[in-house]
């Protein structure tokens, strides 16, 4: 699971949770595999993203060093942030661990990169 795709979900299906986001993450095994630097995608994505969120996932996974407290109004031109955030968004990948609702403590776990959202029928809304 790509950090990019942490940043995009929530536990809020679970009956009754009304802050599922951000999940915390538990990684027991993180990679960093090589993507080609796209910097007018880092740039696009950038307004999309839950900056909080993003900061507290790649420091649980441990890739959160240098990162600036609050996004800058723009990346353009700033080639080392640019790649800085490439590394976490795209290459930063925790192939196993777990999610946790950070509401209830409901763990997801993560195998083979992908987290399983799955809920139990006495968990669904």
Do not use: Y
């Amino acid at each position: 699971m790509k950090l990019l795709t942490h940043n995009m979900l929530t536990s809020n299906i679970i009956k009754g949770v009304t802050k599922g986001f951000p999940l915390g993450i538990q990684p027991s095994r993180v990679e960093v595999q090589e993507v080609d630097f796209n910097p007018d995608f880092i740039t696009r994505i950038l307004p999309k993203l839950d900056w909080p969120a993003l900061r507290q996932a790649a420091t649980e996974v441990g890739h959160g060093d240098g990162l600036p407290e609050a996004l800058p109004e723009s990346v353009d031109g700033d080639e080392g942030l640019q790649k800085m955030l490439h590394n976490i968004l795209l290459q930063v990948e925790v192939l196993e661990g777990e999610l946790v609702c950070p509401e209830t403590g409901r763990k997801f776990p993560i195998q083979n990169g992908i987290p399983n959202m799955l809920l139990n029928e006495t968990e669904v809304s």
